[in-house]
């Protein structure tokens, strides 16, 4: 059980965070186009989102989302410490979409590059 299924354990609250976490998303945009904050704050939104897309088994969401967090992420290497952590648990994210979507051949590809 991940940490959004922790704090949600219906589904009627699963759907609330699923909701703040597009929030979340909309106020990550707002602070880093308007405010100069961190770009990475974009790909801790995305993943949590997509995470949460993950728990309700809506793997195109979610996909969209953790592979938006992957490409930005890609982009900050150079510049921020954090993301090189951060792209391995993106992988791992991507490779379990993957594996309960039933697509074995990306997960396993994915979680590959992961390790």
Do not use: P
């Not at 186009?33 to 897309?53: P, Q």
Request: aromatic share 8%; proline share 0%.
């Amino acid at each position: 059980m991940n940490a959004f299924q922790v704090l949600a354990q219906s589904a009627d609250d699963l759907e609330e965070v699923l909701t703040a976490r597009i929030n979340c998303l909309s106020q990550s945009k707002v602070l880093v186009t308007i405010h100069n904050k961190s770009v990475f704050l974009l790909v801790i939104a995305h993943t949590e989102l997509g995470d949460a897309y993950l728990s309700l088994k809506r793997y195109q969401q979610a996909l969209e989302h953790l592979t938006n967090a992957l490409k930005i992420n890609g982009k900050l290497f150079q510049n921020v410490r954090e993301t090189r952590d951060y792209h391995t648990f993106i992988l791992n994210k991507l490779g379990q979409c993957y594996l309960e979507a039933g697509n074995y051949r990306d997960a396993i590809s994915l979680l590959e590059k992961s390790l």
